[in-house]
């Protein structure tokens, strides 16, 4: 019976030894910013795009609130309306904590335990106005800004560095803010 498993068990091992070393082609690594202040990156963003994602389905008018608590993570309280920007409200609260002590930019999230998954700013405005949000898969990607709004050039900026970093722009999913 301890052979059976090892048989099952063994193969699914290699082959996600194997998918890990795999990097899908010559993608370098996802870079991160030098340093996140989490004090500073504390409170409301807007969401003005994203890749399209299945927990965000008929979400518009997304915004994240991030608040410190008092064991040193972050509560994640993530809200949207349905559809429409009169559509009902839907959020969820979850718990977020840094990966890397050094530059607070790869962050743990989680909204269902045991689940989690990694949450990395790769962008973020020298005066905290705006953050891009990525995967190191690069199969999530968020911006996010202060305000509802973001002016064109800022949006332009933006998507220029993330050609840079491996992103498509075109599948970016505008805000229903906008």
């Not at 800022?154 to 970016?172: F, H, M, S, V």
Request: glycine share 6%; net charge positive; charged share 25%.
């Amino acid at each position: 019976m301890v052979r059976r498993r090892w048989f099952i068990i063994s193969p699914l091992l290699i082959l996600a030894a194997g998918c890990s070393l795999w990097n899908g082609g010559a993608m370098p690594p996802l870079e991160v910013v030098p340093f996140v202040d989490v004090n500073r990156y504390m409170g409301l963003w807007y969401e003005i795009g994203r890749y399209p994602n299945w927990f965000q389905k008929d979400c518009v008018a997304t915004t994240a609130t991030y608040s410190l608590r008092p064991d040193g993570d972050i509560t994640v309280l993530n809200r949207c309306r349905k559809k429409t920007l009169d559509g009902k409200e839907k959020s969820i609260t979850g718990k977020a904590w840094s990966a890397d002590r050094k530059t607070n930019a790869k962050l743990k999230v989680r909204f269902f335990w045991p689940f989690s998954g990694q949450y990395w700013i790769i962008q973020l405005d020298p005066d905290y106005r705006y953050a891009v949000v990525g995967h190191p898969k690069r199969t999530y990607l968020w911006i996010l800004n202060r305000t509802p709004v973001m002016d064109d050039e800022t949006y332009n900026r933006i998507t220029a560095k993330l050609i840079e970093q491996g992103y498509d722009p075109e599948q970016i999913l505008r805000s229903g803010r906008q």
